[in-house]
């Protein structure tokens, strides 16, 4: 599976943007998706993970309420919908995708696409 992300931008506090990611190669109807990101000096975080079908999300605590992830089966997309964002929640954002069950730990995902820079001012 190949994936790549897009969508990401400098906003200011309080804005809104949608990432997206697609995917290419193997099925991806049947993949666990997930979205990270990693700060300056940080760790990789988790975000938000969507379940192959679509029917189950976990989100962080840090985005509930604010953050929805949603996918596209036909056209093979993954999306992060980010509103009321925070100088914090500055970072790359990577999409994930896991060939089994839901997880939202790094380590268990399968695939990984370069990730997209995602800057808010405050």
């Not at 990789?44 to 605590?61: E, L, M, N, P, Q």
């Not at 980010?82 to 730990?105: F, Q």
Request: aromatic share 10%.
């Amino acid at each position: 599976v190949q994936l790549q992300a897009s969508g990401g931008g400098l906003v200011q506090a309080g804005g809104s943007l949608r990432l997206s990611c697609a995917a290419s190669g193997r099925t991806f109807t049947t993949y666990t998706m997930g979205w990270f990101r990693q700060a300056p000096g940080k760790e990789r975080d988790f975000v938000a993970v969507i379940s192959w079908r679509g029917s189950s999300t976990v989100y962080a605590d840090s985005v509930k309420g604010r953050f929805t992830i949603s996918r596209d089966n036909a056209e093979n997309t993954v999306h992060l919908q980010m509103n009321s964002l925070k100088p914090e929640d500055t970072a790359v954002y990577y999409c994930a995708a896991r060939g089994s069950g839901i997880s939202w730990h790094s380590n268990d995902m399968d695939y990984w696409g370069k990730g997209t820079q995602v800057t808010v001012s405050s």
